[in-house]
């Protein structure tokens, strides 16, 4: 019986991922496998669950799913902050138009930036722009 210790498996597990990462071949063999099993015909799907393909290929299970994509809600008055932003008005513009404190003004920037998942206020416009909801009123003058 072999023992290891949680060190020794921890180092294990990683020179396994490491050789899995580092074999290119073993993918593409793999997806090989996946186009002559879906040409053929042999495959599962639900398109009803969004599942567009399920096959197994030795012990290895794959999986393509259609993903919708997410559609993000900004309460009202984040919306009106994220809209000022695009607008070109400071924080300091914002909260004196707003009567609200700067302070206040960069909590509801963070919640936005995490809603849509951006860092920066260019990256907030910029996908703000991409939602046709949003694009009409920051396009606005």
Request: charged share 25%; aromatic share 2%.
């Amino acid at each position: 019986m072999i023992t290891h210790s949680s060190d020794q498996a921890s180092d294990q597990h990683r020179d396994q991922a490491s050789r899995h990462l580092a074999e290119p071949e073993r993918l593409d063999a793999l997806l090989q496998q996946v186009c002559e099993i879906v040409q053929g015909g042999r495959y599962d799907t639900d398109e009803r669950e969004g599942v567009l393909l399920d096959v197994t290929v030795g012990q290895v299970r794959c999986l393509l799913v259609h993903q919708e994509p997410s559609r993000v809600t900004l309460s009202p008055r984040e919306r009106q902050i994220a809209l000022m932003v695009a607008h070109g008005r400071t924080n300091q513009a914002i909260a004196t138009s707003l009567d609200i404190s700067v302070w206040t003004v960069s909590t509801h920037l963070r919640r936005i930036f995490a809603k849509l998942a951006v860092s920066s206020r260019a990256e907030m416009v910029a996908r703000l722009l991409a939602d046709h909801d949003y694009s009409p009123m920051v396009l606005r003058d």
